[in-house]
């Protein structure tokens, strides 16, 4: 049995209900057991940037456009100017090469409902409006359920799939040195993926099945790997939508 080792994309897809390759990746990570999945220190760390880059964004955002009404002498808001003041904010940001509109508009519908609840007193009744330096405390403390949920399910994987042994020093230095010689020609992030698959394959003898989400990543990152022989023969790519 091969090592389920999945790129970012694939844990997006896998965490999210609303991602187009949701039910693919689940069906792909059912002919696996627990104890054969392999979730890696770099995927995590960029899947929880990528899960949370509209929420954080669309929250900064927010708060500058509170502060700049502060700054005009407003101190209190109510519930509506609340929410014109959010989708000002997105729109705001929504031209930046970084933001995916449909993850935007579900962060940025999910901080209107949070705070929506601002806007209740201790026994339910609808406050008219609140403190401007009030709204800012609770946008601060949101917590964001898609990170949470995935956060919860990445740690179950982490603890109870496969432990890697750890990359040999060895092994460390060549792989280094190889990317040194030889350009990826993917992006930065992708290329950190790769690497570090590359130096975990070649630190012990598993079968490895890299399941990818993007077709660029799965054609040159297919390719590259066939040039480091270490490893080419065992580490298969599946692409999660077709080629």
């Not at 508009?105 to 026994?123: C, G, M, P, V, Y």
């Not at 406050?127 to 609770?138: F, P």
């Not at 603890?159 to 990826?184: C, I, M, W």
């Amino acid at each position: 049995m091969s090592i389920f080792y999945p790129d970012t994309s694939t844990i997006m897809s896998l965490f999210d209900e609303t991602e187009p390759l949701h039910n693919k990746a689940k069906d792909i990570l059912r002919q696996y057991k627990i104890m054969d999945v392999f979730v890696s220190t770099i995927v995590q760390t960029e899947w929880q940037s990528r899960t949370m880059r509209e929420h954080r964004e669309l929250v900064l955002k927010t708060i500058v456009l509170i502060d700049a009404k502060k700054g005009k002498g407003d101190s209190m808001m109510t519930a509506t100017k609340f929410n014109v003041l959010v989708d000002n904010a997105a729109n705001i940001i929504r031209s930046k090469p970084t933001i995916e509109s449909r993850k935007l508009d579900r962060a940025r519908a999910n901080l209107q409902k949070e705070i929506a609840r601002s806007f209740n007193s201790i026994s339910g009744a609808p406050v008219t409006s609140r403190s401007i330096d009030y709204l800012k405390e609770q946008i601060i403390r949101i917590n964001y359920a898609f990170y949470e949920k995935g956060q919860g399910v990445i740690g179950f994987f982490i603890r109870h799939g496969y432990r890697h042994p750890g990359v040999n020093e060895d092994v460390d230095s060549a792989v280094k040195q190889f990317l040194s010689e030889h350009e990826t020609g993917l992006e930065t992030q992708d290329s950190m993926v790769l690497a570090d698959l590359l130096r975990y394959a070649a630190s012990d003898s598993n079968n490895y099945d890299f399941v990818v989400g993007d077709k660029n990543f799965y054609k040159k990152g297919k390719e590259y790997i066939k040039l480091y022989d270490d490893v080419a023969s065992r580490v298969k790519f599946k692409l999660l939508s077709a080629p």
